[in-house]
């Protein structure tokens, strides 16, 4: 790892709010012991011993069995329902339909617009329309073969472009616009006309499913007190809790949720929990008996939110030096038929605003104009996925800077090089970078590992019988930390005990992350003691404080901070009992490994326990609460402008492949990715995030598509839905450098997403290079890539 601080820079401070951010969580200049350390997970024993309980593994004992009967109609009117046949059969507890909601019928994590029971009307291949809760999971199928429903059809919109006529069917009463924002920044046309080149191009990207190996599951317990406890593998807690309660008609105080281990997400599981608890919670609520939904492999693809598809309209303008003059994008953002997590949350929040404020790029562009159109369609809905609508656009960016190279007769690298954000760049939102920008030097870092120079010189054919060519490609990319909402706030708790030992309340969830592992050794590395002697107390809405979503890389950083406020609470009792006990000032005490000293006279110290117990007999403080926000985002509502989040992520990916031109086979030789990460917590827990990270991306670029007809799901099983195998995934060099983060926990920003964001454009750009094949709607399988080659008047002849 490389620390990459621009240490002889002023930070330019915005505002007051900042600075005095920056104040509380500037940290000692000393070493770190913890922190920055690779340790072990602490979930590894029990996942590789088999021992660690997923939701499957839970006994069913005593609990009734949810089932959901589903629309076969992406677009239709319900003119009647009979259940009378369903709810006679013997072993059915319960036969739900809208009319037997005692609440809200209505969920979603941010707009309410998804019924939890459909009655009057159904807007995709898999909406509810009746919940049944059985004795045993063959009763709950049998049950909703016996309910009878007679539809009438309507029209579908199956592309967003239609959804925008002023004739189109309309999906809800509001129209089918869910969202249209704008962002412009100087004078396009003005660009334009100081531009030697100009290219247009459009690129599209589809339905795309997570494919955790886990199927969700949720299971609704009433407890005797009346609460209603909800239990599952999930990303959002709280947002579920928010949910249940108005399902329910009831207090938030009155339910309670849980997180279970989870066996994947990817962001996938923020609202696809919310759906389930929802609609397990009321058939709960109506039997008095718990109940258990699981859904199958094929009711995840059908039933779930995506990758939102988008369609991008490009034009952009550069002088024949490479300097990019001017950039208009165009986006139709396929929403399908419910909101989930696609709007805007003011001033930033939400995917397609995300993907807006991302779309030209870690680039200086002086002028810029994008018009983003959200869109509700009869296809399933867009979600929440590992990039939060950047990975789509950064396909389109990518693959553009590449074509114009091309045009301009200079590298791939060289055009990056050119127009890459540098400390106190500003954006396509007029935000002047002030701090931790090193992209720039991933571009370097990564280039020197890869040997870009040497490679590149060394493309072409790798057989005598030129069916073979070899190439190279590279991306760059850049990401949020946090998630650009004025509410985005994460609590933790602190619980020294007499022995040392240490409980530590947060709401950030693990699926795989590794957070379970970094948040304590932050709160170790603050206390100075070992992380074995913090547990953590799994997420758990009565018990932990508000955290807000495990999304937006914000865990480790937002997280984070509020234990480092936490911590320090307690420390200050510690400190102080200490300075009693040592005969020294409270200035001069330092805590490391689970010794209290005198940083003047080290070997004057005490035992971290000794002065634990000593501090609770004084009746000193013991527990810690620590609440972190990032500095308030902005984002003006007509011109896109503003400061949407705090800090970026910077990434660049380099990647040789190998194409067969004659079939449009992909052979992935190598791959180096360089992050610029603030600081690395747990360097070798962050490069599983890479190395997992890349592979995502590669399915992105090669394999991965919900095929869809008339609505219909073609592919609902991992058999039709291609994902990379080891077999499919290079050997992975990731590049750490640590560009200081003032706002971040020792340093850190985040980092959880940004590995799968560049990946797919390198690859596409790779191929591009070797084979002449531009792929601009992906994926990029072999027919296209085919066609590519053949669209282009064949591969290069050198």
Known sequence: MQDKTQEKTKTQVLTREENELARRLRTADKPLTVAGTSIGRRDDPLKVTGKLKYGADYSAEGFLFGKILR?????????SINVKKAQELEGVAAVLTAEDLPGRNGFGAIIPDQPVICG????????????????????????????????????????????MAEDAPKIHEGGNILSDDKMVKGDVDAGFAEADVILERTYQVPFLEHAYLEPDTTMAIPQPDGVMLIEGPMQAPF????????????????????????????????????????????????????????????????????????????????????????????????????????????????????????????????NVKVDAYLLYTNHPYGGAMRG??????????????????????????????????????????????????GLRETLESCADRFKWDERLAATGWVDQAHTKRRGVGVAMGWYRTSIGTNGDGCGAAVHLHEDGSVLLYSGITEMGQGAFTVLPQICAEELGIMPEDVRLVKPDTDLVPESGPTVGSRSTTLMGNAIILAARQVKESLMDTASMMLMVPTE???????????????????????????????????????????????????????????????????????????????????????????????????????????AMGLGYA?????????????NPSLQGYLVPTMLDVPDIQPVILEVTNELGPYGAKGIGEMPNIPATPAIINAIAQAS???????????????????????????
Not at 71 to 79: G, V
Not at 142 to 158: D, M, N, R, S, T
Request: charged share 25%.
């Open 71 to 79: 629309s076969p109609h992406a677009h239709a009117l319900i003119k």
């Open 120 to 163: 009057d009307k159904v807007r995709f291949v898999g909406d509810g329309v009746a919940l049944v809760a059985a004795e045993t999971e063959t009763i709950a199928h049998q049950a909703l073969k016996l309910i009878e429903v007679e539809y009438e059809p309507l029209p579908g919109i199956f592309d967003p472009r239609d959804a």
């Open 239 to 366: 947002t579920t809790r928010r949910n249940v309660a108005p399902v329910l008609g009831v207090p938030i105080n009155q339910v309670r949720v849980r997180q279970i281990h989870m066996g994947g997400g990817f962001g996938g599981k923020e609202d696809s929990p919310i759906d389930l608890s929802c609609r397990a919670a009321v058939l709960a609520q109506a039997t008095g008996r718990p109940v258990k939904i699981t859904l199958e492999r094929e009711e995840v693809t059908i039933q779930t939110a995506k990758r939102h598809p988008m369609i991008m309209e490009l034009k952009v303008g550069v002088k024949k030096d490479g300097t990019l003059t001017a950039f208009q994008g165009v986006i139709y953002d396929e929403q399908g038929a419910y909101a989930s997590l696609g709007p805007k949350i003011p001033p930033a929040g939400g995917s397609h605003v995300h993907a807006m404020v991302m779309m030209p790029g870690p680039y200086e562009i002086p």
């Open 388 to 437: 939060f609508g950047a990975p789509q656009v950064h396909i389109a960016h990518e693959q553009m800077m590449d074509e114009l190279a091309a045009e301009l007769g200079i590298t791939a690298v060289d055009i990056r090089e050119k127009n890459a954000f540098r400390l106190g760049s500003q954006t396509a939102t007029g935000q002047v970078l002030s701090q931790s920008v």
């Open 588 to 694: 001069r005490l330092d805590a490391k490994g689970r010794k209290i000293y005198d940083r003047e006279n080290p070997d004057k110290s005490l035992d971290f326990a000794a002065v634990a117990a000593r501090a609770m007999a004084a009746g000193k403080r013991m527990i810690g609460q620590g609440w972190w926000t990032p500095p308030v985002p902005s984002l003006d509502g007509h011109t896109g402008q503003g400061s949407p989040y705090h800090v970026y992520t910077y990434s660049t990916h380099m990647v040789q492949v190998v194409v067969d031109v004659e079939t449009g086979e992909v052979e992935l030789e190598d791959y180096v990715a360089a992050f610029d990460v603030g600081k690395a917590i747990n360097p070798k827990a962050l490069e599983g995030q890479i190395e997992g990270g890349v």
């Open 702 to 714: 090669l394999m991965e598509e919900v095929v869809l007809v008339e609505g219909v799901t073609q």
């Open 772 to 798: 002449n094949g531009r792929v601009r709607r992906l994926p990029a399988d072999p027919e296209r890539i085919f066609w590519a080659i053949k669209e282009a008047g064949g591969p290069p002849q050198d």
